[in-house]
């Protein structure tokens, strides 16, 4: 929830706290686990929170601003694009209603903003790390989908 309920001041405080007790990778959610949740300046990820395609600028500048507070510290944001997980809130649906194309889109938005990201802080990582498996399974959700348009 690193990018919806502390303030940037306590991420600063967070983030430094991890780097003091040696971690250099922290795993966040670009979408969380509520579709519906705004982080703490009251902004949505999305303009329209069923339309992909519709990134909010001001919420992605504040991720802007929480990377590069990473970076400064040294430490490596491993970015899971959406949370699909086995749970209440899962963008899943949301995910399927918006087809290949847009979820290749969203993907591509997230991979240029933050795929190049160079960090120069205490380690040297390309990164922030965007991640299409693990706790996201965003390629598995498009083989699905793919799948289920050649039926």
Known sequence: MLFYRPTLEE???YLENRWEKAFNVIQVQLLAHKEKEKNCESQYPLHDLND?????EAFFQRVDTIANTAQDKGLLLNIAPA????????WRKILLQNGPDKC???SRYVGHRYGPFLNEGRHKFTSPATNKGG???FAILLESA???EQK
């Open 104 to 106: 290749r889109q969203f």
């Open 52 to 56: 992909l395609s519709t990134p909010n």
């Open 11 to 13: 991420v600063e405080e």
């Open 135 to 137: 706790d996201s399974d």
């Open 146 to 148: 793919d799948n289920n």
């Open 83 to 90: 949370w699909l997980g086995c749970c209440e809130g899962s």
